[in-house]
Structure formats: C-alpha cells, structure tokens
C-alpha cells in the first residue's frame, strides 16, 4: 500500500509542479488553488507512504516520478523540446525509481529504546 500511495503522491507531484508554472507566481486565482490542493494532497500521500518505505526510498522515489512525470509532459505539451539526451536521461531516473522499488524491503527499520 505505501508505493501506492507513493505513485499517486508523485503523480499529484506532476499536476502542482505545472500548476505552479500556469500561477504565475501565484498570481493567478484558480492556477494557484489547484496548486495549493494538490501540493497538500500529495505530501499528505508522501507522508502516509513513509510509514511503510523506508525515507530515502521513498523520498527518490517520489522526487524521480514527479521530475520525470513534469519533464515528459512538458517535452509532449508544452513544447519544452526533445532530444535523444533527455529521453536517455530520464530513462535513466525511471528505471532507477524500478530499481528502487525492487530492492526496497518496504519496512523501514524499527527504531530501538536505549535502557
């Protein structure tokens, strides 16, 4: 359940990242709500996921699939150019975001008391 909400975290990372960019400096009213929701749904999601992945798993993780997800969206809709490099690149990040996930145990240690 934690990369669960992880992976929807990051996602609603993507949709206030570009927010941001359509607020202008928050500026603009509805742009800038929307920003503002989703930036507390998706820490809220990050947060519930840290329960269950260890911080820096989840932390990579969560940063990889929101810069990915933004760059591939604005390489497609925003027209923010393409090359073989960023594609190779952000590859790259999405397969080491697998990796991640596959050599995570998704059981953060349990802290010890000191007697």
């Given amino acids: 359940m934690g990369w669960i909400y992880l992976i929807i975290g990051g996602i ?6 570009i927010g941001l960019k359509y607020s202008h400096g928050f500026t603009e009213t509805v742009p800038s709500i929307v920003t503002i929701v989703f930036i507390t749904i998706s820490f809220y999601l990050f947060a519930k996921s840290l329960s269950m992945i260890p911080i820096g798993t989840a932390y990579a993780a ?8 933004t760059a591939i969206i604005g ?3 925003l027209n923010e150019g ?10 790259l990040m999405i397969f080491g975001i697998i990796g991640l996930k596959l050599v995570s145990n998704d059981e953060p240690k349990a802290e010890t008391e000191a007697s």
Avoid: D, P, R, Y
């Avoid at 609603?12 to 990242?17: L, S």
């Avoid at 393409?82 to 590859?91: C, D, E, N, P, Y």
């Fill in 12 to 17: 609603t990372e993507i949709v206030w990242a």
């Fill in 62 to 69: 969560f940063t990889g699939i929101g810069a990915a997800g």
């Fill in 75 to 77: 390489m497609i809709f």
């Fill in 82 to 91: 393409t090359s073989i490099g960023k594609i190779f690149f952000l590859t």
